[in-house]
């Protein structure tokens, strides 16, 4: 009989809830969120629940459950992530009212026996580098652009006339006839304007760094996402660390609804055959489709005549992109998941 063990992780305690089959709780566990309380857990399921039984179901918060996760299956258990949108609607559906970490667990465990193809758990150090590297040049980013508008403001009251473009001050030659002009101001807000202009050069130099970095991580973990008009090394960098393995992806669909891009049915009456916008899934791996989108309808190509087609059937060009997105979510994905026959098959097919 199989035993589904659901586990609600936070950062200082993971609960986990033991269910049967038929969902009934069986057992219930508190541990520290440490190596020492994995062990606890593990010693617990493992003298409670025979080993070909037993089924871990974590919340797909990997942020929070990446380390138990690690754990668990380093010791050969068999873990599958619940989307967080399951597990509320399980918890919605108890007859226990209100919400505590048991709660959920149980609600995480009912979820993953009512879902039979939930995703298995599995951790490719390929992505994971390449979402931390994307994630730490983007807040370098946000933080330059802080220091820009700062400097800006300094440089206006010094002279108004002296109004650098935001990405002028990305380049070297620029910051060096400012910082040359600040030497011979005198005051606190020329000081301090030096000051702000010496640290976006640091800045600058540590994003460029990364970016050179992501390049090259990305040339040798999925090149052929090159190959895709409008998905520059950046883009496909933040494309294979959101998608974190696209073996975790039953179909395309799957992935098109991850994304954010796949349509949502919403039929009442004589409307049948109508959808309206998704704008759950993932935001960044939305993000990095649009970029795309965006990319091949202002160059041309394949993705600029399905475009066309579809503006010339009615469409709005919101809703034209939208469908392009679709498209391009089907291209990613079999390109990330047949390498060798999407670097020589033409890019977008699906959209001409």
């Not at 440490?34 to 493992?46: F, I, K, N, P, Y």
């Amino acid at each position: 009989m199989v035993v589904v063990l659901g586990a609600d992780v936070h950062k200082r305690t993971h609960t986990v809830v033991a269910v049967d089959a038929v969902g009934v709780k069986t057992g219930e566990r508190v541990v520290a969120a440490t190596d020492a309380g994995h062990d606890v857990l593990l010693r617990w399921a493992r003298g409670s629940f025979s080993d070909d039984e037993r089924v871990w179901a974590v919340e797909d918060c990997r942020h929070l459950t990446a380390r138990l996760e690690r754990c668990l299956l380093a010791a050969g258990e068999r873990v599958v992530r619940v989307p967080p949108k399951l597990m509320a609607g399980a918890r919605q559906s108890a007859r226990t009212r209100g919400k505590s970490d048991p709660i959920d667990a149980l609600a995480v465990a009912r979820a993953a026996l009512r879902e039979p193809d939930l995703p298995a758990a599995a951790h490719d150090a390929v992505s994971r580098e390449l979402k931390l590297l994307t994630g730490h040049r983007e807040d370098l980013v946000a933080e330059r652009t802080r220091m820009v508008n700062r400097f800006r403001w300094h440089l206006h009251e010094l002279d108004p006339e002296r109004d650098p473009a935001p990405t002028a001050l990305n380049r070297a030659v620029v910051r060096d006839q400012l910082a040359g002009w600040l030497a011979g101001q005198s005051g606190l807000v020329a000081e301090l304007a030096a000051e702000i202009l010496a640290g976006i050069g640091v800045l600058t130099t540590r994003i460029n760094h990364l970016e050179r970095r992501i390049a090259a991580a990305v040339a040798l973990a999925a090149p052929q996402l090159l190959d895709i008009p409008g998905c520059g090394p950046l883009t496909a960098a933040k494309i294979v660390g959101e998608t974190a393995g696209i073996g975790r992806f039953r179909s395309e669909a799957c992935f098109a609804m991850t994304a954010g891009v796949a349509p949502i049915p919403v039929w009442s009456g004589n409307t049948a055959g109508r959808v309206r916008l998704n704008r759950g899934g993932n935001r960044q791996l939305n993000a990095a489709l649009h970029r795309i989108a965006i990319t091949q309808v202002r160059t041309g190509g394949l993705g600029r005549t399905y475009y066309d087609k579809r503006r010339a059937a009615g469409d709005t060009s919101a809703e034209a992109y939208r469908a392009l997105k679709r498209r391009l979510a089907r291209t990613v994905y079999n390109t990330l998941k047949t390498p060798a026959q999407a670097s020589t098959e033409p890019t977008l097919a699906a959209a001409a």
